[in-house]
């Protein structure tokens, strides 16, 4: 009985290290996102993505939270590698309970290094039940242009209006998002001038 309580004790401590593992990769996720890669044996393409939360600022917390809003986004960003014109996917993920907080208003505009940027997107979600009553989750989609994704690359400041809840990218996500696109070894697809024959 003896060897069984401390075979219990051991799996505990071990879960509690899983646990904690688990807390600061997420932790470190969030504070500068990461890169992840897979490959699709069956369609012979790599897929490249970046994962990060960006807190929503100039909110009151404690009533977003009391009211079950969202209080950061997820921001996701997919590509395929090499891919030709190097268009991405930009999704912002909420989750919260209750109430949708984007499904009439989900206009997303960009300022890389002050430069405005709107973008057209596309609003999806899921309604589930949760520990506290109806979760909902929203995800509004963007496409990315190739210059867009380069410039923010490249930024010293990306930040960004979701209907009217502001974000922003701190220094060490954009270094990641950098890392993202050398990953990603995106392009622009090849056009009339820049064929070998001309």
């Not at 904690?20 to 969030?30: L, P």
């Not at 930024?155 to 993202?180: I, N």
Request: charged content about 20%; hydrophobic content about 40%.
């Amino acid at each position: 009985m003896k060897q069984l309580w401390w075979v219990g004790l051991m799996l505990w401590a071990v879960s509690c290290a899983s646990y904690k593992e688990k807390v600061k990769a997420a932790n470190e996720m969030a504070s500068k996102g990461a890169v992840t890669v897979e490959y699709d044996e069956f369609q012979k393409t790599t897929l490249i993505m970046y994962q990060t939360v960006a807190r929503i600022e100039e909110i009151d917390i404690k009533q977003r939270q009391r009211i079950n809003w969202p209080i950061a986004l997820e921001v996701n960003l997919r590509t395929i590698q090499g891919n030709p014109g190097g268009r991405s996917l930009l999704s912002l993920n909420s989750r919260g309970n209750g109430a949708w907080v984007y499904l009439k208003c989900h206009s997303l505009t960009l300022l890389v290094d002050g430069a405005s940027i709107t973008l057209e997107t596309e609003h999806d979600g899921d309604v589930g039940s949760g520990v506290d009553g109806v979760s909902i989750s929203e995800y509004v989609k963007a496409e990315l242009a190739l210059s867009t994704l380069l410039a923010m690359a490249e930024a010293k400041e990306v930040r960004g209006q979701l209907c009217s809840d502001k974000f922003s990218l701190s220094p060490a996500q954009l270094v990641t998002l950098k890392d993202f696109v050398k990953q990603a070894a995106l392009a622009p697809a090849p056009g009339p001038s820049s064929s070998p024959n001309n």
